[in-house]
C-alpha cells in the first residue's frame, strides 16, 4: 500500500466535486453490519425470581400474623 501525501491524508473520502468553501458539509459513513449472535438464553430472571420471592415473603409474614390473631379472637368468643 502506497504512502498519501499530506494533502489527501487530513481529507475525508467523498463521493463528488470537491465542496464549496463556505457551504455546509455533511459525511455520511455506511453502518457495519454484524453478525448474527447466539439466541437469547432468557437467564436474566433469576434477578427477578429472587426480587418476587423475597416480596412475597415480607408481605406474606405479616398477613400471616393477623390472620392468626384474629383467628385466636374469634375462637375464643
Known amino acids: 500500500m502506497a504512502a498519501a501525501d499530506s494533502t489527501t491524508s487530513s481529507r475525508l473520502p467523498t ?3 470537491p465542496p464549496v468553501e463556505g457551504s455546509a458539509q455533511a459525511v455520511a459513513l455506511a453502518p457495519t453490519v454484524l453478525g448474527a ?3 437469547d438464553t432468557g437467564s436474566g430472571s433469576d434477578t427477578q425470581s429472587l426480587f418476587l ?7 406474606g409474614i405479616p398477613a400471616l400474623l393477623v390472620m392468626t390473631l384474629l ?3 374469634l375462637t375464643r368468643r
Open 71 to 73: 383467628a385466636t379472637v
Open 15 to 17: 463521493a463528488g466535486p
Open 53 to 59: 420471592l423475597i416480596t412475597i415473603v415480607l408481605l
Open 37 to 39: 449472535n447466539a439466541a
